[in-house]
C-alpha cells in the first residue's frame, strides 16, 4: 500500500467551535490531521481572550502543545509564541488560559477512533470526569457526559498530589 505524505494549508481547515467541559469562553478547533489507526489528532486550538480550561487530565494518552501566537498560561506560568508543553496520560495539567488570546498547534494521542473526548476536569467544583462526544471529523461536540463515561472525582488538594507526582517522573 502506498502512502502519500498530508499537504495542508492550515487556512483550509476552518475553525469550529469547540465545547470543553467546565471552559469559560468560546473555543474554536481546526483538525489538520486525525490519524485513527494510530490514535492521534493534529489540531490548532484557538483560546479566546480571557478563556479558561479547568485543570484536568485524560486516561488514554499523551497531548502536546506548541504555541503559534498570542499567550498560553499554564498553572499561572505564561508562554508566548515558541512555548512547548507537553503532558502524559493521567497528569493533571491546567488551568491553561489566555488574557489576549492565542493559536496553539495541539497534538493528542487519545481523542482518535473512539468518539468520545477524554477529559477529566480535576478542580473542585466541576463534578468529576466528563466527556464530550465528537464526530469523526471533530465538527461538534457536546459537554454533555457521554453514555458509559467513568466518573472520577477529584479535590483539589489530589488534583495537585497527582500533579507533583507527574512532575517527579518528568512529565509536567
Known sequence: ????????????????VFEIPGAEGEFRVQILNEDQEKGVV?????????????????????EMHYVLE??????????????????AAGVVHGPHGSEGGARVLTVQQWQSGRGEFDF?????????AAAASTDAAGEGTSGDAAAGASVTDKSAAEAEAERRRGEEKGYG
Open 70 to 87: 498570542g499567550d498560553l498560561t499554564e498553572n499561572g506560568e505564561s508562554f508566548g509564541p515558541g512555548g512547548f508543553l507537553t503532558f
Open 120 to 128: 477529566h476536569p480535576a478542580e473542585e467544583g466541576q463534578g468529576g
Open 1 to 16: 500500500m502506498s502512502q502519500s505524505p498530508l499537504k495542508l494549508a492550515a487556512d483550509a481547515a476552518a475553525p469550529v
Open 42 to 62: 493534529t489540531a490548532i486550538i484557538h483560546l479566546p481572550p480571557g478563556g479558561r480550561i479547568p485543570a484536568h487530565f485524560h486516561e488514554a494518552g499523551s
